[in-house]
T-cell receptor, first 110, second 113 residues
Framework: KQEVTQIPAALSVPEGENLVLNCSFT??????LQWFRQDPGKGLTSLLL?????REQTSGRLNASLDKSSGRSTLYIAASQPGDSATYLC?????????FGKGTSLLVTP | DGGITQSPKYLFRKEGQNVTLSCEQN?????MYWYRQDPGQGLRLIYY???????QKGDIAEGYSVSREKKESFPLTVTSAQKNPTAFYLC????????????FGAGSRLTVL
């Protein structure tokens, strides 16, 4: 069974810092990997989708990388802002099966 | 605008009652999913459906039931057999297996009194 782990579980940084969130998975036979953002009491908003043939995707201040062989993905957030405060989840997708990590709770302080 | 609509947003239930959570999508997606989210536990898959009139159990299907009579709709019933139903429930959909974005609804919060 695919296991998805996100480290750290929680992170607090001052505004303006660059930061990295980590996601690791145990089975490299995946179709793609998706990063989400979740605000308290809300649904999940898709941030980036990396297909298994890709190594990274970028959207604005966000950059996500994928290394299937090592079972790792990172989400890089540049020049963090208080509005980035949320929980970030990664999901590993293989066919119809999706496995989620427990998320990293990010707090960006002014 | 295309998207997923979940209702109700908040629901209170007495013990022993069945409740049904609605999930409707206008994205023309084939696959639909129900997840349960508890604090500190991440998302756990309850049921999923790949096509109309077909659905499969996820990791925690006990005490839940679903139907998929229309492509747009995938309602979830939380039955009285579910021992700990208080949670945040999320519905999601995507078009096909493979490289397609998973889209989520805003969620329904169920509280058992």
């Amino acid at each position: 069974k695919q296991e998805v782990t996100q480290i750290p579980a929680a992170l607090s940084v001052p505004e303006g810092e660059n930061l990295v969130l980590n996601c690791s998975f145990t089975d490299s036979a995946i179709y793609n990997l998706q990063w989400f953002r979740q605000d308290p009491g809300k649904g999940l908003t898709s941030l980036l989708l990396i297909q298994s043939s890709q190594r990274e995707q970028t959207s604005g201040r966000l950059n996500a990388s994928l290394d299937k062989s090592s079972g790792r993905s990172t989400l890089y957030i540049a020049a963090s802002q208080p509005g980035d405060s949320a929980t970030y989840l990664c999901a590993v997708i293989a066919g119809y099966a999706l496995n989620f990590g427990k998320g990293t709770s990010l707090l960006v302080t002014p | 605008d295309g998207g997923i609509t979940q209702s109700p947003k908040y629901l209170f239930r007495k013990e022993g009652q069945n409740v049904t959570l609605s999930c409707e999508q206008n994205l023309n997606h084939d696959a639909m999913y129900w997840y349960r989210q508890d604090p500190g536990q991440g998302l756990r898959l309850i049921y999923y459906s790949q096509i109309v009139n077909d659905f499969q159990k996820g990791d925690i299907a006990e005490g839940y039931s679903v139907s998929r009579e229309k492509k747009e709709s995938f309602p979830l019933t939380v039955t009285s057999a579910q021992k700990n139903p208080t949670a945040f429930y999320l519905c999601a959909s995507k078009s096909t297996p493979g490289a397609n974005v998973l889209t989520f609804g805003a969620g329904s919060r169920l509280t058992v009194l």
